[in-house]
């Protein structure tokens, strides 16, 4: 299991994300993005999964692999 941040254009995106997290299994924290990371709403989702693929959403901002305190940018719909 690998670490990742996900940011979304909207706190409701952010929330609904969470909850699609917690019905495929996975445990997810809603957090503030954190200061050197850019986001529209303000609002990310820290999670664990095996893979990114499997992760999908509409409001997805951007996706982050968190090595340590690294993040290295997976996707940006921006």
Known sequence: MQTYIATFFSHFGAIRFNKQLKEQGLSGRLMPVPRRVSSSCGTCVKFEAA????????????????DGEELTMLQSNI
């Open 51 to 66: 893979s990114p693929e499997a992760i999908q959403s509409d409001d997805l901002e951007q996706l982050f692999l968190v």
